[in-house]
């Protein structure tokens, strides 16, 4: 198709030379259809560097060109990646894994040292990574991260070149998950030395133990693609030849060029949604995030009552919500914690831990507890702000949740939309009423979420407070950690009193609403980051 | 001359100076943080990051480091592109935008120039009428909405050009065209209101007493005279196609500088904000620079000197 | 010569005669005695296209600023069930204002999808079942009021400073100028990005940036005419009687500036209007529920293909508003313009 519209145009030889190359390699495909595909993200790539990488599109770009000890699958679950098999000591937490042998693109062989050296060089403080805190079970990382401790005594060692030795602080049943994000991945050394600080800031000054390799990325600019690459140890499996990629800022542009026949991919807002929702190329995938409100207790005295955080959350329309206001595939929430991430025994998290009064609505409800909240509270009327990003969802979302809440007698509502990063710090900073806020799972575990709700967590911006919740996380990450059932248990017994006592306001669980062209098969989604995963895609 | 071009070239490394210190002042003002991942940090990691990026010295040292890099060149490392030099990263991305840019400038003010001297020779005529609604409407229509426009009914209706995509010549003409809108109808307006002021000298007069033919008074006489003027507007519409890259880019996915720096500004890039600024600054100073310097080469009249007068 | 000459003697006069006197006053100004102002609005009715403009202007102005009295519904009140209603106008039956719409292809009435009953929409509804034509009856209040409120600072700083900047002369008028020489080379934008940013994205921010930035060309063309006045007879009259020199830029030159101000002023209330839009794309506009044409127009725009008329509407009305500024800002030029006075 590109090669079509490139020579209709004349085109430029530059871009004709690359293709002609795409084109040159598939010839020695058993006569099956080109096997390229045209994708398209909202943004572009920010870093390859993976102990510095922050935002999604790189980390899934990275998932694609390179490989960590174990990789995600389909479910949840994980599969091995460059380790082939791995072991969990009694106490969980002595995890050793054992390295298969592959290459690197430029030949070397990827070795447990390769894991060390990475894992090191994120930890260690100079590198200044803002994901580092991902390593604070490990042994040391955190002491090391402060610049308490020497890099050495990290709790990663290589037992010869095929064998990773962790220790970690507590056990940690999740530990799993976490090895396959691009944090976790390999670097190689000499690689990295050798470009210093300038390592991985283009396609070319990075090397590959992935599915693919990157081409033509520059740095900054918005197309590259991914090439398949021949030295991946499980190349027989990897049957796409090239994608392409190209980073559409503008989502009406993206879809337009969808329809013009240029991409095999977009995503979609809401009023598109409803053009497509009957197409054969339409996708909706549930992502393992939650939209939540959070009530500042610290700064507004009457969050503290418990009523009117029960009047707030009954007077939100959730299901009128998603389908009328967002309508971008986006459900009402079981709980805080999304649904379709985790699940024991075959029973989903968010409904073994569901509270129905924690996300249904109910004006009359609402109203009541709203008048005896007042009554306790002794106010006539309350006149506070909402906060939230600027983004066209975060404003559908302010103003819709204002129009909800000025429903209940004598509450007036501001809105105050900010650009994320300045939300962000008022958040943090309890600069706020009420604020809309996000969470994007790392990992498939319920514990991410839920995490954040303890009295002393610093994202826990309204600062809602309750000692058995507190309890039942500790326990679940010390002496239950490392039982399953019984961890799980607490998970959800913090979960309902979290609901029940409306500690916080679910909203939505995210959801992606895409167009795939019908003949793109086998790219696998995940709810949780990178999102998605080429490796298994090919065209029919 | 020379005394007049060091005159110049001092206000505009003045200018400069003053422009990188504002901007590095009004950032340390700005709400918010440059961390792309501050959610999941806590205090103790942002201080920790920080130091790496030297935010935790004094602002006067952060501003004398700042300062000493802006004179080599060095405007610091990108907060959106980590390790990415914000001087590769303008440097990178310059290339499409001063080609739309470009592109976009000399067919606004051509097709300006032919518009509005057309209007002024059959003024008060229909030509004329259609001359003047045609650049009112140019000025009218916000680029966004021209671009979206251009994007819908000639690249998604009507498939005459490419979209979504750059790389060759077929990509660039709807931004080009979006581009060029605004210019065309400055340049319509200015050469209409200078061609009837020329239409109506005494030397025009003179030729035509002379009994000179009226292409031949409108080409030797009017058109050269009033083109002289235009050259004063080439500043004003050099900001007009900068304001108008930042939204065009975006919409086209131009992979510039103008949607960079719009990008930048939402995500607290300070070096990226502060970087393009400058460079911002520093391409229409030189751009006032050449104009006024043509100018003077043009038109006798003018004499460039060190005075002011 | 002198010595021939005739001595007068009273014989020599004769009385006026009342016939005579009649003669006499045919010398008289018939015509009644205009003012500068007086004339240029004769002028300017005469100039069809601007006085059309006038009035398509004061009808706007009308329509926002007495927006509580033309609004069909409440523009702030959200109705998420009847969200993105296509324009319905009962009675006509022409796609567009039927209340049907496209749909995955098919014209569907999106007014019975909704269950929308009698309920209509005279220019259709937003995302949240806002009524769209009171959207932008207060969305063009919202932005005449930043362009006018904008206009006003400029107005009053860039006058003072050109006047000063003339008035003054010497080093006080070079220093000044190289400020202004300074901001010039300075893209205005960038500028008004960087403030609003730091005064944290609203109305008032955006005025003031707007503001700040283009006080610029007032103060130079008030310079200009100032320096032009400075020596002029009725001004040296002035400054020969002793006058303040505060009262003659009050009394002499502010009269004499009037035309300069007014179409310049003209052009910066649309610039205004233009800038505002441009910052509501780019995402620093006014902030919700709060609307501008700049925020409607910018909401449209992402939904073009499937909802058109979201675009359109608020686009036409800035568009006409610029137009009908631009009109009349050239029509005042030329009856300002002492060329042009018959």
């Known amino acids: 198709m590109k090669l079509n519209s490139l020579a209709k145009l004349g085109g430029v030889a530059l871009l004709s030379a690359v293709v002609l190359a795409g084109c040159g390699s598939k010839s020695s495909q058993s006569g099956s259809k080109k096997q390229t595909l045209t994708w398209t993200t909202p943004s572009n790539i920010a870093t390859m560097d993976t102990s510095t990488m922050t935002d999604l599109y790189s980390a899934q770009t990275a998932n694609a060109t390179n490989q960590g000890l174990l990789q995600m699958a389909p479910g949840n679950k994980v599969k091995p990646g460059v380790a082939k098999s791995y072991t969990v000591s009694k106490d969980g937490k002595t995890w050793t894994f054992n390295l298969r042998k592959s290459n690197w693109s430029n030949g070397d062989p990827v070795t447990a040292k390769d894991f060390v050296f990475a894992w090191q060089r994120t930890v260690k403080p100079k590198t200044a990574s803002q994901y580092a805190y991902i390593f604070a079970n490990i042994k040391n990382a955190a002491k090391i991260n402060a610049g308490k401790m020497a890099l050495s005594k990290m709790g990663v060692k290589a037992e010869g070149n095929y064998k990773l030795v962790v220790s970690l602080n507590k056990p940690q049943s999740y530990f799993k998950f976490m090895v396959a994000q691009p944090e976790f991945f390999p670097q190689n050394s000499k690689v990295v030395n050798k470009y210093g600080s300038k390592y991985a800031t283009n396609a070319k000054r990075n090397v590959y133990n992935g599915p693919f390799l990157l081409k033509g990325w520059n740095g900054t600019n918005d197309t590259w693609k991914l090439v398949k690459n021949s030295k991946y140890w499980d190349a027989k499996a990897v049957k796409m030849q090239t994608i392409n990629f190209q980073a559409v800022k503008d989502p009406s542009t993206s879809l337009n060029g969808y329809q013009s026949g240029k991409f095999d991919y977009t995503t979609l807002n809401g009023t598109q949604v409803k053009q497509y929702k009957n197409d054969k190329d339409y996708k909706v995938n549930k992502e393992a995030s939650t939209f939540y409100l959070e009530l500042n207790e610290k700064k507004d005295p009457i969050f503290k009552n418990k009523n009117i955080r029960k009047a707030i959350s009954y007077a939100i329309d959730r299901s009128q919500f998603v389908n009328k206001v967002l309508a971008d595939g986006s459900q009402a929430p079981k709980g805080y914690v999304p649904d379709a991430m985790s699940e024991r025994n075959g029973k989903d998290f968010a409904d073994q831990a569901y509270v129905k009064s924690g996300v249904s609505y109910n004006l009359a409800q609402a109203k009541k507890y709203w008048a005896k909240g007042l009554q306790e509270t002794g106010k006539k009327s309350v006149s506070l702000n909402l906060l939230s990003d600027d983004t066209d969802g975060a404003k559908k979302s302010t103003e819709f949740i204002q129009s909800q809440l000025t429903k209940l007698p004598g509450f007036k509502v501001t809105n105050q939309n900010l650009p994320f990063k300045t939300r962000l710090s008022r958040s943090q900073n309890g600069q706020f009423d009420m604020v809309i806020s996000a969470w994007i799972a790392d990992y498939p575990d319920p514990s991410n979420f839920l995490d954040l709700f303890t009295s002393t967590n610093s994202y826990n911006n309204g600062k809602w407070k309750n000692a058995q919740y507190d309890a039942l996380i500790k326990k679940s990450e010390n002496q239950d950690a490392n039982n399953e059932a019984a961890r799980w248990n607490d998970m959800v017994q913090a979960e309902k009193i979290l609901m029940n006592d409306q500690g916080v306001v679910p909203l939505y669980q995210q959801a992606l609403s895409t167009l795939q062209k019908s003949k793109v098969k086998g790219v696998q989604f995940y709810p949780t980051s990178p999102q998605y995963g080429w490796q298994n895609a090919y065209i029919k | 001359m020379v005394k007049y071009l060091g005159k110049r070239i001092f206000y505009i490394v003045l200018t400069l100076f003053i422009v990188s210190t504002i901007t590095f002042f009004l950032m340390k003002f700005m709400p918010g943080t440059p961390l792309t991942n501050q959610a999941k940090l806590t205090p103790g990691q942002i201080h920790q990051i920080y130091k790496q990026y030297g935010l935790d010295k004094p602002v006067w040292q952060q501003y004398l480091v700042y300062l000493a890099g802006v004179v080599h060149g060095n405007f610091g490392i990108s907060f959106q592109f980590s390790n990415q030099a914000v001087s590769y990263l303008i440097g990178s991305r310059m290339g499409p935008s001063l080609i739309i840019g470009g592109q976009g400038m000399v067919l606004g003010v051509l097709v300006g120039l032919v518009v509005g001297s057309l209007g002024a020779v059959k003024a008060n005529t229909w030509i004329d009428t259609t001359a003047t609604i045609v650049s009112i409407l140019f000025v009218s229509i916000p680029s966004f909405v021209l671009a979206v426009l251009l994007q819908y009914y000639l690249g998604l209706k009507l498939r005459w050009f490419p979209i979504a995509d750059w790389g060759g010549f077929m990509y660039t003409v709807l931004p080009t065209l979006a581009l060029a809108a605004s210019p065309l109808a400055e340049t319509a307006r200015f050469m209409r209101t200078e061609m009837v002021d020329v239409l109506s000298s005494d030397y025009i007069e003179l030729a035509k007493a002379k009994g000179l033919g009226k292409v031949g008074i409108i080409y030797h006489h009017a058109l050269r005279n009033s083109l002289i003027p235009i050259i004063t507007i080439i500043g004003p519409l050099t900001v007009n196609i900068m304001t108008g890259s930042m939204v065009v880019e975006n919409i086209f996915s131009v992979p510039g500088i103008g949607e960079q720096f719009v990008k930048s500004v939402l995500t607290n890039d300070y070096p990226t904000i502060m970087g393009l600024t400058i460079v911002y600054c520093a391409m229409l100073c030189v751009v006032l620079l050449i104009t006024d310097i043509l100018y003077g080469l043009i038109d006798p009249r003018i004499r460039l000197s060190g005075n002011n007068n | ?342």
């Open chain 3, 1 to 342: 010569m002198a010595d021939n000459a005739k001595p007068i003697s009273a014989g020599d006069f004769k009385p006026v005669s009342a016939a005579d006197r009649g003669k006499l006053d045919s010398e008289k100004i018939s015509a009644p005695s205009l003012t500068f102002l007086q004339d240029s609005w004769r002028r300017l009715r005469k100039n069809r296209a601007a006085m059309i403009c006038l009035v398509i202007l004061i009808i706007l102005f009308i329509l926002a600023f007495g927006s509580g009295f033309f609004e069909t519904h409440n523009p702030n009140a959200t109705n998420p069930n009847l969200a993105n209603l296509p324009p319905k106008i009962p009675g006509i039956d022409i796609n567009g204002f039927n209340g049907t719409i496209e749909q995955s292809g098919t014209r569907v009435n999106a007014y019975v999808q909704a269950h929308a009953g009698n309920a209509y929409y005279i220019l259709g509804t937003d995302y949240l079942g806002r009524d769209l034509f009171s959207r932008i009856l207060y969305g063009t209040r919202i932005s005449l009021e930043i362009a006018l409120i904008a206009s006003f600072f400029d107005l009053a700083f860039g006058v003072v400073y050109g006047i000063v900047s003339g008035w003054m002369g010497g080093r006080v008028d070079t220093i000044m100028q190289r400020i202004i020489e300074i901001m010039l080379s300075i893209p205005n934008l960038v500028v008004m990005v960087l403030l609003i940013l730091v005064l944290k994205p609203g109305m008032s921010a955006i005025i003031y940036s707007i503001a700040i930035t283009s006080w610029i060309n007032m103060a130079r063309l008030v310079r200009a005419q100032t320096l032009e006045l400075k020596n002029q007879e009725f001004i040296l009259a002035a400054r020969a009687l002793g006058e303040s020199s505060w009262k003659i830029s009050f009394k002499h030159l502010l009269p004499n500036l009037s035309s300069v101000i007014i179409i310049n002023l003209m052009f910066t209330i649309p610039t205004a209007i233009f800038f505002e839009a441009f910052l509501s794309y780019i995402g620093i506009g006014i902030s919700a529920p709060q609307a501008s044409l700049g925020t409607l127009i910018n909401d449209g725009q992402k939904n073009f293909q499937f909802l058109p008329y979201q675009m359109w509407y608020p686009a036409i009305v800035l568009s006409v508003l610029m137009i009908a500024f631009n009109i009349l800002g050239d029509g005042l030029r030329d009856s300002f313009d002492p060329k042009g006075r018959e």
